[in-house]
């Protein structure tokens, strides 16, 4: 069974940074699409960026420019650079992925991961 596990959370002041990183175990092949979503204390989760399996990237209106999406050199490893941190970023953060579902945006992933915490002091 897929497994998806996300680390690098933890507290950090606005203005700083943090990388999230989300390691597959058990994927064969490469997903549909791999994602970041969110959700914070009193809102509805929501999506924050999405890389499909052709490399095409996209954020949320309210994280671009300040977070980066992208997969480093370890096999099946998602990362999150987050940047110019904000105390709205404030979230639990999830990693996900469409691995048997044709879909490239992963609106809807059939894999999650546990989440981490991000919390960004004024």
């Known amino acids: 069974q897929v497994r998806l596990v996300e680390s690098g959370g933890g507290s950090v002041q606005a203005g700083g940074s943090l990388r999230l990183s989300c390691a597959g175990s058990?994927?064969?092949?490469?997903?549909?699409?791999m994602a970041w979503f969110r959700q914070a204390p009193g809102k509805e989760r929501e999506g924050v960026a999405n890389?499909?399996?052709?490399?095409?990237?996209t954020y949320a209106d309210s994280v671009k420019g300040r977070f980066t999406v992208s997969q480093d050199n370890a096999k099946n490893t998602l990362v999150l650079q987050m940047n110019s941190l904000k105390p709205e970023d404030t979230a639990v953060y999830y990693c996900?992925?469409?691995?048997?579902?044709?879909?490239?945006?992963?609106?809807?992933?059939?894999?999650w991961g546990q989440g981490t915490q991000v919390t960004v002091s004024s």
């Open positions: 058990r994927l064969t092949g490469r997903p549909y699409c």
């Open positions: 996900a992925a469409s691995v048997l579902k044709a879909s490239l945006n992963c609106s809807t992933p059939d894999v």
């Open positions: 890389l499909d399996k052709y490399g095409y990237t």
